[in-house]
């Protein structure tokens, strides 16, 4: 139904970016869920505009300079999400066992393991920006790597259980279907693809590589995936993605 799919890209909108989108109404938990299939191509839109900000630095500005206020951006449209969930998570890496480490993962309170994996994780990956600007290729790249590391959290939430009890912000996706997952997947690489053409192989490997080993990771520590650790598949693939790219710039 009409309604229905403007509700779906409106949850997706919604859920990965700061776009104000109240005068279609408040999407809920299965819109976003519903939308799922369109996170790529929001991803992809969050790779152009990075890419659109630092080509139109580059040619004014040193070239890590450029990327560094293109990745800010990209941050500050997407609402910090990623980057919130990979500090969280890296935090949670401190706790004596399952317990714990979920209980810390809730607390919103930065520790030195979030700051550091915050802070590495920005410096590569704008350091990767800034070569791509310098070699070419950084606006397909990001494009590339924007849909791709948006389809890398999709199977794991239809892969691995939520591991609180009840429901929670993370539990969003949850239980997603798996068929829905890998329809996410594929139109992922149809975009790579279009964009990088035969270096994409390389690009979904890496993406593909980070989310496997995520999530073995988080099914024996955690025993399934909350929404803080999607968010760092997410972050973690879009970063990898963009140094194998800059490596093959």
């Known amino acids: 139904m009409p309604g229905a799919s403007v ?3 409106a ?56 990327a560094g206020v293109a990745v800010a951006a990209a941050v500050l449209f997407t609402g910090a999400m990623h980057v919130d969930g990979l500090a969280d ?12 480490a979920l209980e810390i993962m809730r607390d919103s309170r930065l520790g030195t393991f ?10 590569v990956k704008v350091g990767a920006v800034s070569a791509l600007l310098v070699r070419g290729g950084a606006l397909p790249a990001l494009i590339a790597a924007g849909a791709l ?53 390389w690009l979904v490997a890496a993406a593909a590589v980070v989310a496997i080993c995520l999530a073995v990771v988080f099914s024996r520590w955690l025993g399934g ?10 972050e973690l693939s879009e970063t990898v993605v963009l140094v194998v790219a800059a490596g093959l710039s």
């Open 7 to 9: 509700r779906a890209a």
């Open 11 to 66: 949850g997706a909108l919604s859920f990965l970016t700061i776009v104000p989108v109240g005068r279609i109404g408040a999407p809920d938990g299965r819109d976003v869920a519903r939308g799922t299939l369109l996170f790529p191509f929001v991803g992809a839109g969050v790779g152009a505009l990075a890419g659109g900000i630092a080509l139109a630095l580059y040619p004014w500005l040193p070239a890590f300079t450029a």
């Open 89 to 100: 998570t890296a935090d949670a890496a401190g706790g004596r066992n399952r317990e714990r």
């Open 114 to 123: 979030g700051v550091s994996a915050l802070a590495l994780d920005l410096l």
């Open 149 to 201: 590391s948006r389809a890398a959290s999709p199977p794991l939430a239809a892969l691995l259980p939520y591991p609180r009890p009840g429901e929670g912000p993370g539990s969003v996706l949850s239980g997603m279907s798996r068929l829905f997952a890998a329809a996410t997947v594929i139109l992922a690489l149809a975009i790579a693809f279009l964009g990088v053409k035969g270096d994409a192989v």
């Open 225 to 234: 995936a909350t929404g803080d650790c999607l968010g760092a598949v997410t």
